[in-house]
């Protein structure tokens, strides 16, 4: 993560979340089985054009992966209630004298770095699954207030996308098979990828592996 923060009005954020710890409540209840799997694909066409062919991974680098679609990837000073934003807009912009691209996911520096990357993850989610046209600037704004279909989707993208369905699937079969306690699994499965306890255990719950191998 970058050492120096960025300052931001409202004026400049043209998506922000501020969800903080209901950015992890996702609810793939709410999103239909076709939804699923429309998303399930979309992140096996990430991984693939990012290199990753067999879903093998357990710790996907998403600031690399970001980056290589031309994000510019920060930490920022917001305030307590945002998690971070996603810009985009046609023209560079320029920042603390910098000038980028105008596609930048930024996150809130005060964060853990398991939560930064979900973070990040969900706003590249929002730009994979075309919620927002590349070339137009996008303008989008979170609250705490609720979840809507699109939010939805963009936290299914990012649970998806750091912890891949088959990987995942694997990796707690083996803690089951070795007989690690229900709840040992979850602390265990989200320092393998590096991600919240609370996102492995929504992913346990989304892909129903307790209910497959029966919980302990």
């Known amino acids: 993560w970058t050492s120096h923060g960025i300052k931001?009005?409202?004026?400049?954020?043209?998506?922000?979340?501020?969800v903080g710890a209901d950015m992890l409540e996702w609810c793939a209840m709410k999103l239909s089985k076709e939804k699923i799997e429309e998303i399930e694909r979309r992140v096996s066409e990430v991984l693939v054009d990012y290199?990753?062919?067999?879903?093998?991974v357990d710790s996907l680098?998403?600031?690399?992966?970001?980056?290589?679609?031309?994000?510019?990837?920060?930490?920022?000073?917001?305030?307590?209630?945002?998690?971070?934003?996603?810009?985009?807009q046609p023209d560079p912009v320029?920042?603390?004298?910098?000038?980028?691209?105008?596609?930048?996911?930024?996150?809130?520096?005060?964060?853990?770095?398991?939560?930064?990357?979900?973070?990040?993850a969900h706003e590249f989610g929002h730009y994979a699954l075309n919620h927002c046209k590349e070339g137009k600037a996008y303008l989008h704004r979170e609250t705490q207030t609720g979840k809507n279909e699109v939010e939805n989707e963009a936290d299914y993208f990012a649970a998806a996308l750091l912890m891949?369905?088959?990987?995942?699937?694997?990796?707690?079969?083996?803690?089951?098979?070795?007989?690690v306690p229900e709840k040992e699994r979850h602390i265990r499965l989200a320092a393998q990828y590096r991600v919240p306890v609370e996102s492995a255990r929504r992913?346990?719950?989304?892909?129903?592996?307790a209910g497959e191998t029966g919980a302990a």
Request: proline share 3%; aromatic share 8%.
């Open 94 to 120: 320029r920042i603390k004298g910098e000038l980028v691209d105008g596609k930048i996911i930024a996150v809130n520096r005060e964060r853990s770095g398991p939560y930064k990357r979900f973070v990040v």
């Open 61 to 88: 680098d998403v600031v690399c992966l970001a980056r290589s679609r031309g994000f510019s990837v920060r930490n920022a000073s917001l305030k307590d209630s945002e998690d971070g934003f996603l810009l985009l």
């Open 51 to 56: 290199g990753i062919y067999d879903e093998n």
């Open 164 to 179: 891949p369905r088959e990987a995942f699937r694997r990796s707690y079969q083996e803690l089951a098979d070795r007989g």
């Open 203 to 209: 992913r346990i719950e989304e892909l129903d592996l």
């Open 8 to 18: 931001v009005s409202p004026r400049r954020i043209l998506s922000t979340g501020e």
